[in-house]
């Protein structure tokens, strides 16, 4: 999922912001009219009002978003029969350095002039033999964690970046991925994003997850079948996320993924096109 946490948080801020205005400008009319009736009774005046007892709480420096989903996707990269899965969510941001989210923890390590590089700690989720039928006698791809690097240059609401995975053990892929997202609120609530993305992959990505080798083609029936490295798929999506309350949230993504070169001619694949929807709701803390 691609969430646009600064620009929730930032509109989050602002609600609680304007809540805490008008009550204290309410908390000083009143006293100023319980002030104005002391001194028609003749009796002593209140002592002089400390608006600095009613100032807001220092802005957090982080912040931490809680909830639950569901998404609508393939079986697995390349299956024309999808699946509805739970998603548990949780966003968390410390300052401009550190975010986390369901796709791992990734830290910034440069911000200058809009240009920004990162560090990046995530995972492969792998592939189960049992997720379709092209796929058994293929055997398994194990689930594995992955290091990498991303450099991005935000200008506006228009963010271009470009990263870079390696898996430690499963598949040992090599994945690049590079893009382009827009995000911006269109009301104080509604937050639109819309997100273009070419991922491309090395030889043991490509050979692990659209290759059929002699023993595998024995097992499946499928035909050997060697993949190559180069663009893998362009995905396309675009998301909308509404503040409900000061503290909930609610947000849609929908998108569609087309498997490009060997990827898409494998046998493994039976639809090149690949769609998806999420929907979750969140609160924040």
């Given at each position: 999922?691609?969430?646009?946490?600064?620009?929730?948080?930032?509109?989050?801020?602002?609600?609680?912001?304007?809540?805490?205005?008008?009550?204290?400008?309410?908390?000083?009319?009143?006293?100023?009219?319980?002030?104005?009736?002391?001194?028609?009774?003749?009796?002593?005046?209140?002592?002089l009002?400390?608006?600095?007892?009613?100032?807001?709480?220092?802005?957090?420096?982080?912040?931490?978003?809680?909830?639950v989903?569901?998404?609508?996707?393939p079986?697995?990269?390349?299956?024309?029969?999808?699946?509805?899965?739970?998603?548990?969510?949780?966003?968390?941001?410390?300052?401009?350095?550190?975010?986390?989210?369901?796709?791992?923890?990734?830290?910034?390590?440069?911000?200058?002039?809009?240009?920004?590089?990162?560090?990046?700690?995530?995972?492969e989720?792998?592939?189960d033999?049992?997720?379709?039928?092209?796929?058994r006698?293929?055997?398994?791809?194990?689930?594995?964690?992955?290091?990498?690097?991303?450099a991005?240059y935000?200008?506006?609401?228009?963010?271009?970046?470009?990263?870079?995975d390696?898996?430690?053990?499963?598949?040992?892929?090599?994945i690049?991925?590079?893009?382009?997202?827009?995000?911006?609120p269109?009301?104080?609530?509604?937050?639109?994003?819309?997100?273009?993305?070419?991922?491309?992959?090395n030889?043991?990505?490509?050979?692990?997850?659209?290759?059929v080798?002699?023993?595998?083609?024995?097992r499946?029936g499928?035909?050997?079948y060697?993949?190559?490295?180069?663009?893998?798929?362009v995905d396309?999506?675009?998301?909308?996320?509404?503040?409900?309350?000061?503290?909930?949230?609610?947000?849609?993504?929908?998108?569609v993924g087309?498997?490009t070169?060997?990827a898409?001619?494998?046998?493994?694949?039976?639809?090149?096109?690949?769609?998806?929807?999420?929907?979750?709701?969140?609160?924040r803390?």
């Amino acid at each position: 999922m691609f969430y646009t946490q600064r620009t929730v948080r930032h509109c989050l801020s602002k609600a609680i912001s304007g809540v805490v205005v008008v009550s204290l400008a309410y908390s000083i009319s009143m006293t100023c009219a319980e002030a104005a009736d002391g001194g028609t009774t003749g009796q002593p005046p209140e002592p002089l009002f400390d608006e600095g007892r009613f100032e807001g709480e220092p802005e957090r420096n982080w912040s931490l978003i809680v909830g639950v989903g569901g998404s609508y996707q393939p079986e697995y990269e390349g299956s024309d029969e999808h699946k509805l899965s739970p998603i548990p969510v949780v966003l968390f941001t410390y300052g401009e350095w550190l975010e986390i989210d369901p796709r791992g923890v990734t830290v910034a390590a440069l911000r200058h002039d809009g240009f920004a590089l990162a560090g990046r700690v995530g995972y492969e989720s792998g592939r189960d033999k049992d997720d379709g039928d092209r796929l058994r006698g293929l055997g398994e791809i194990d689930f594995a964690a992955t290091v990498g690097a991303r450099a991005s240059y935000t200008w506006n609401a228009l963010e271009l970046y470009a990263a870079i995975d390696q898996t430690i053990d499963g598949s040992e892929s090599l994945i690049g991925t590079f893009g382009a997202e827009y995000k911006a609120p269109v009301t104080e609530r509604l937050i639109l994003g819309a997100n273009i993305e070419a991922t491309v992959a090395n030889d043991k990505h490509m050979e692990a997850y659209f290759g059929v080798n002699a023993s595998q083609s024995a097992r499946s029936g499928l035909p050997e079948y060697k993949a190559e490295a180069g663009l893998k798929r362009v995905d396309l999506s675009a998301s909308a996320t509404y503040i409900l309350t000061d503290n909930w949230l609610l947000r849609g993504e929908a998108g569609v993924g087309v498997l490009t070169g060997d990827a898409a001619d494998s046998p493994i694949v039976e639809q090149d096109v690949q769609p998806s929807v999420s929907l979750f709701v969140g609160y924040r803390f």
